[in-house]
């Protein structure tokens, strides 16, 4: 059954076209993505970044700084909620934590809708396959991303700065000559991804916008009967385990990246 995925958004705000970012062309042969106007808009940050020897530095460094812009409680900084009667200011911590506990609720539908926004690829799964705009799953789909509660405190601006922070740690620790990492994800069914098959093991799937992934093909092992084998591009990465000091995937191995098609190898 063809689903949403298949569409995109005519303009993002990475300044090239979603269908080549969506692409299994482009997941082979990436070129640099960046959201227009977020590392000007917080130079000061960037360029206090470029001053320091350790990444490790570097990550409490940007937590702080998200800390005081964006007003974060001291409880929040790793998504509690507030306490005494003060107004809720949502967080990426936030988020981030309860994409960990559920892909499938109202602030994992802010994150999606967030990649959306920046990057211009539709969701192509919310609870259930989204099949076509009007449909209940879309509908579903739109009332959660647009949630007032988790959708405050600018918080796409907040997942701006997150995924280009992680781009320049990228670019300046951690994998700077390398163009791919290689992850996992466990499924328990093919059916609803495959776009193509290559050969027996090896094939062309759709994931969703936003997608986790692992590093351990052991503990893909443990979320589906299928673990699926892939080079996912360094500039599709928003966050993985080591990026920040502080945070509530600590010990998860979890990766999470833009979607699209990617090339598969499957095995079970």
Known sequence: MPTIAEHCHSANLTGLSTE???SVVFNEHPK???IAGTREAASGLFELLAKQSAPETCGRLFQDYMCVVFGFETEQRLGGDVTGGRRYRNSYL???QDWGMDSNNAQAAVFKGWVESRFGLFPSYHKQPITGFGTKAWIGY???KMNSRYHNNCIYMQLDLLYEYCQW????????????KTLYRGVDSLDDCIIRHETKHDKIVRFNNLVSFTDSPGTAGEFGAYILKTEVPMVKLIFFNDLL???ALRGEAEYLAIGG???VRVSH
Request: proline share 10%.
């Open 20 to 22: 080549c970012i969506a």
């Open 169 to 180: 740690i990228i670019e300046r620790f951690r994998f700077p000559a390398a163009g791919h």
């Open 261 to 263: 098609a990617y090339r």
């Open 94 to 96: 936030r988020l981030i």
């Open 32 to 34: 640099p993505l960046h």
């Open 245 to 247: 000091p502080r945070h």
């Open 142 to 144: 739109i009332e959660e």
